[in-house]
Nanobody, 124 residues
Framework: QVQLVESGGGLVQAGDSLRLSCVAS????????MGWFHQAPGREREFVAA????????AYADCVKGRFTIFRDNAKNTVYLQMNDLKPEDAAVYYC?????????????????WGQGTQVTVSS
C-alpha cells in the first residue's frame, strides 16, 4: 500500500518561505507524476503544482507561478514544494498526491494516492 507523508508546514508571515516535503513508501515512486494540491476552509481542493516522472516537466497554478517550485528526488522517494513570497491567500492544508501515470495532470481525479496533508498558515 502506497503511503505519502507530508511535512514542513507551519505558521509564517507574509513574504516568508517554506519548503514542504512528501515522502512516498510502499510502492513505486520514480515512474509516476506527483502533484501538490491545497484546500482552504469552505473551498474545494485545488491544484497547485505537478511534476512528471523524470522531473523535467512541471506545471503550476497561475496563482503560484513564479513563487513556488516543485522538484523531486527519486533516489529519496521525495517530492518537494518550495514556496517563496507567501501570501495570506496561500494559507491552506497542502496535500501531495501520486498520479496513476507518468505524465502531468492538473486534475484531482487523476491522482490515486493522497497524503494526510500539512497545514500552512500565513499571517499578514
Amino acid at each position: 500500500q502506497v503511503q505519502l507523508v507530508e511535512s514542513g508546514g507551519g505558521l509564517v508571515q507574509a513574504g516568508d518561505s517554506l519548503r514542504l516535503s512528501c515522502v512516498a513508501s510502499g510502492g513505486a515512486f520514480s515512474n509516476y507524476c506527483m502533484g501538490w494540491f491545497h484546500q482552504a476552509p469552505g473551498r474545494e481542493r485545488e491544484f497547485v503544482a505537478a511534476i512528471n516522472w523524470s522531473g523535467r516537466s512541471t506545471a503550476y497554478a497561475d496563482c503560484v507561478k513564479g513563487r513556488f517550485t516543485i522538484f523531486r528526488d527519486n533516489a529519496k522517494n521525495t517530492v518537494y514544494l518550495q514556496m517563496n513570497d507567501l501570501k495570506p491567500e496561500d494559507a491552506a492544508v497542502y496535500y501531495c498526491a501520486r498520479r496513476k501515470f507518468a505524465a502531468l495532470s492538473r486534475l484531482t481525479n487523476d491522482y490515486d494516492y493522497w497524503g494526510q496533508g500539512t497545514q500552512v498558515t500565513v499571517s499578514s
